[in-house]
């Protein structure tokens, strides 16, 4: 191996080493937003709805109706529990089969205007999709608190909706918006309006993985051993073995 590609290795590790240092402080402050944006009051939903666009993880006052005629499910989704989502290795009464299941989706008529949005009333249980319109139904004027989600891209390996089987893997809000005639407005409901033997409300996940420390010492102990290598074997003319 000649001088320029041994250099390169030590040069590559460390340049990734600081990428991820970037990338790890990047990570703090979006946690940080989320953090205090879950945390700060109830805002009330604007007028103008396009200011939601920069609104997404604040929580939202509204008070209304729901339209059970017109909810649907989205899914399958793991269930969250105090913003994280329930491990495949749970044991218990959430178990890894049992832990898998569906969003439910439902209009909600708001009473001061001529607005209709949607709510994500919560989690139910893969063996509950056929039978979770039997629950008892809340049909009075309430008021409720929800966290602003943004529509969202198909994710890698997801399959992609088929709105005219009923079938949602993903938050189309638009495409949503036009089963549900509503506005492409979604709320999570916060988990105090969860109901018995109804969904499980809360279903916002708040905690984000920030594995960059070990990616950094990862890279940056690789930048010293290959470092150590070519000083060894350029400089001090010395076999590496």
């Avoid at 590790?13 to 990428?19: D, V």
């Avoid at 990570?27 to 709805?49: F, G, Q, S, V, W």
């Avoid at 102990?221 to 070519?230: A, K």
Wanted: proline share 5%; charged share 25%; with cysteine.
């Amino acid at each position: 191996m000649d001088i320029a590609c041994w250099q390169s290795v030590p040069i590559a590790t460390f340049a990734l080493g600081t990428w991820q240092i970037k990338r790890w402080r990047w990570k703090l402050d979006l946690i940080e937003n989320l953090r205090h944006r879950t945390a700060a009051e109830p805002i009330d939903l604007p007028i103008d709805l396009d200011e939601l666009k920069h609104k997404e993880y604040y929580c939202v006052k509204i008070k209304g109706k729901f339209l059970y005629e017109k909810e649907f499910l989205m899914g399958p989704r793991s269930l969250i529990l105090d913003g994280e989502a329930v491990s495949e290795k749970a044991s218990g009464i959430f178990s890894r089969k049992s832990s898998t299941g569906y969003y439910v989706i439902t209009p909600f008529k708001l009473e001061d205007r001529d607005l209709t949005i949607m709510v994500n009333r919560g989690w139910i249980p893969r063996s509950h999709r056929t039978s979770f319109k039997m629950e008892n139904k809340l049909t009075d004027s309430m008021e409720i608190i929800g966290v602003i989600r943004e529509t969202e891209k198909r994710p890698t390996f997801v399959p992609e909706n088929a709105p005219e089987k009923g079938v949602w893997h993903f938050r189309d809000l638009d495409a949503m918006a036009k089963v549900a005639e509503a506005e492409p407005v979604y709320i999570e409901l916060l988990s105090k309006y969860s109901t018995p033997q109804g969904p499980i409300a809360g279903q916002t996940r708040v905690t984000l993985r920030n594995e960059h420390i070990s990616y950094i010492i990862t890279w940056y102990g690789l930048f010293v051993s290959t470092g150590y290598m070519w000083f060894r074997y350029f400089v001090q003319k010395l076999p590496l073995v």
